[in-house]
Nanobody, 118 residues
Framework: VQLQAFGGGLVQPGESLRLSCTSS????????VDWHRQASGKQGELVAR???????VYADSVKDRFVISRDNAKNTVELQMNTLKPEDTAVYFC?????????????WGQGTQVTVSS
């Protein structure tokens, strides 16, 4: 299974970006798909999680600004990031967890850089 994250870039404070995570297998079969981020010199953190039952979880720092969703037609899980702040600057990674007869398997995509700066 391969995951690929894309959509990062350089934006000004207050602007929006949409990240996408796609997989070599159907994302619908994932138990959960997360977006994590790691800022330079800081610990990585969970930004948002989408479970197979549709439940979402967000870090307090991004609640009401970020939305995680699945686009089945594109086979992607997307992170819409609104009202971006300089403190959102980080490398963003997607992770998918699959649970099946092989057990619990975690896969990570490569990071995509998000820079929020004026």
């Amino acid at each position: 299974v391969q995951l690929q994250a894309f959509g990062g870039g350089l934006v000004q404070p207050g602007e929006s970006l949409r990240l996408s995570c796609t997989s070599s297998v159907t994302m619908q079969s994932a138990e959960t798909v997360d977006w994590h981020r790691q800022a330079s010199g800081k610990q990585g953190e969970l930004v948002a999680r989408l479970s197979s039952n549709g439940k979402t979880v967000y870090a307090d720092s991004v609640k009401d600004r970020f939305v995680i969703s699945r686009d089945n037609a594109k086979n992607t899980v997307e992170l819409q990031m609104n009202t971006l702040k300089p403190e959102d600057t980080a490398v963003y990674f997607c992770r998918a967890v699959f649970v099946d007869g092989l057990g619990v398997r975690h896969y990570w995509g490569q990071g995509t850089q998000v820079t929020v700066s004026s």
